[in-house]
């Protein structure tokens, strides 16, 4: 089992719609959380952290954590063309100071 | 301020041949961290210097890898004898020193061995 799994995708949502982002991992006692956004060609970009259960919001974006369910996403409301890239979740385990990425769901918003 | 800075950003190199890619991290930061990321895939980790504490060098792949901080500040990894599999981008990332503070990351080198 991957430390931390996403679905490669592609994701295909229309304009305006909610995208919905899935990750999970294995260690149970990991600590922080993150979903970093890369478009083709760059490096990755933080898009939100989350440390705590529950949702924590930042405009459009919504990051949900549920450790008992070892599971994380990411919400992406009103979707614009320009969110087209690919999202990759990243977990701290425990214990450790290194960020374990999974392999990226690519997101594509369509008009 | 500046970002964390790579150089270069373009390698390409022969099978055989040694590499050194840079990392210039964000002024102050302590914790700097080099990733490999290959051709459609996700980041993987290779090694993580905090401050003065020896680096963790647990995501090197091989005993070619090596990379060393100088000052607590700018990072070279050094590649020997690369191989067609090295080939990868090779990004770089800083934090001001916690493992739970936002990694911050550079450009990256595009390595391509021949």
């Known amino acids: 089992q991957k430390e931390v799994e996403q679905n490669s995708g592609p994701l295909s949502v229309p304009e305006g719609a909610i995208a919905s982002l899935n990750c999970t991992y294995s260690?149970?006692?990991?600590?922080?959380f993150f979903w970093y956004r890369q478009y083709s060609g760059k490096s990755p970009e933080l898009i939100m952290s989350i440390y705590s259960n529950g949702d924590k919001e930042d405009g459009r974006f919504t990051a949900q954590l549920n450790k008992a369910s070892q599971y994380v996403s990411l919400l992406i409301r009103d979707s614009q063309p320009s969110d087209s890239a690919t999202y990759l979740c990243?977990?701290?385990?425990?214990?450790?100071?290194?960020?374990?990425f999974g392999t990226g769901t690519r997101l594509q918003v369509f008009p | 301020g500046a970002g964390v800075s790579q150089s270069p950003s373009n390698k390409v190199t022969e099978k055989g041949k040694d590499v050194e890619l840079r990392c210039d991290p964000i002024?102050?930061?302590?914790?700097l961290y080099w990733y490999r990321q290959s051709l459609g895939q996700g980041l993987e980790f290779l090694i993580y210097?905090?401050?003065?504490?020896?680096?963790?060098k647990s995501g090197l792949p091989s005993d070619r890898f090596s990379a060393e901080r100088t000052g607590g500040s700018v990072s070279t990894l050094t590649i020997q004898r690369t191989q067609q599999e090295d080939s990868a981008v090779y990004l770089c990332?800083?934090?001001?020193?916690?493992?739970?503070?936002?990694?911050?990351f550079g450009p990256g080198t595009r390595l391509l061995v021949l």
């Open positions: 260690d149970r006692v990991s600590q922080s």
């Open positions: 990243a977990v701290t385990p425990g214990g450790s100071d290194k960020l374990i």
């Open positions: 002024s102050g930061h302590t914790a």
């Open positions: 990332a800083s934090s001001p020193g916690m493992a739970q503070e936002t990694q911050y």
């Open positions: 210097f905090q401050g003065n504490s020896a680096p963790d």
